[in-house]
């Protein structure tokens, strides 16, 4: 069963920071790997998608890599600004369509930027 | 464009009482369709996907049920609510299209007390 670990839990950085999100997971067998954002109480936004076949994806400030065969992916934020405080998800679609292409996630970085 | 309801935005319920949690999708058409629920201290956890009108598959045993009687419509449901059965109810859907990245509603915070 493939499983999503994220690290660190948590972080705190003042603004103006570059910073680095860590996602890994145990099956290298993905389909695609997406980057989600969730302010609290909320539901989760779509940052980045990256498909098996792509080693990075970059949307603004946002930079997203994926090593495949590794089982690692890195969130990067550049100039982090007190906005970008929320909790960072990282989810893997298998494959195979077994569980009709649900996505299996990690638990999250809860991130603070400080003004 | 296409855009997922989620209601209602909050509840408190008591243990023992049932449950309705509704979601429906504009702007697509037999898209998949996914509950998940984010319990505290964990990540978020499929409970039901649908691939179809009236086709529902449960990932992990539960008091929890759903039903899919439209193609955009997906209900989860309980007849009797345990205090385990709290947290985050996130809906989500999916197609073919659009690089199959999944789209979430805004969830549900449900208390059980």
């Known amino acids: 069963k493939q499983e999503v670990t994220q690290i660190p839990a948590a972080l705190s950085v003042p603004e103006g920071e570059n910073l680095v999100l860590n996602c890994s997971f145990t099956?290298?067998?993905?389909?695609?790997l997406q980057w989600f954002r969730q302010d609290p109480g909320k539901g989760l936004t779509s940052l980045l998608l990256?498909?098996?076949?792509?080693r990075e994806q970059t949307s603004g400030r946002l930079n997203a890599s994926l090593d495949k065969s590794s089982g690692r992916s890195t969130l990067y934020i550049a100039a982090s600004q007190p906005g970008d405080s929320a909790t960072y998800l990282c989810?893997?679609?298998?494959?195979?369509?077994?569980?009709?292409?649900?996505?299996?996630f990690g638990k999250g970085t809860s991130l603070l930027v400080t003004p | 464009s296409q855009t997922i309801h989620q209601w209602p935005a909050t509840l408190v319920q008591p243990v023992g009482s049932p449950l309705s949690l509704e979601c429906t999708v504009e702007?697509?058409?037999?898209?998949?369709l996914y509950w998940y629920r984010q319990a505290a201290g964990r990540g978020l956890q499929l409970l039901f996907y649908?691939?179809?009108?009236?086709?529902i598959s449960s990932e992990v045993p539960q008091n929890l049920s759903a039903s899919r009687p439209q193609d955009r419509q997906f209900i989860l449901s309980s007849k009797k609510l345990l205090l385990s059965d709290s947290g985050f109810y996130l809906c989500?859907?999916?197609?073919?299209?659009?690089?199959?990245?999944?789209?979430f509603g805004a969830g549900t915070r449900l208390s059980v007390l």
């Open positions: 649908s691939v179809g009108i009236g086709q």
């Open positions: 990256i498909q098996s076949s792509q």
């Open positions: 099956d290298s067998a993905i389909y695609n």
């Open positions: 989810a893997v679609r298998d494959p195979d369509s077994n569980s009709g292409y649900a996505l299996n």
């Open positions: 702007g697509t058409s037999n898209p998949n």
């Open positions: 989500a859907w999916r197609t073919g299209l659009a690089k199959n990245i999944q789209y």
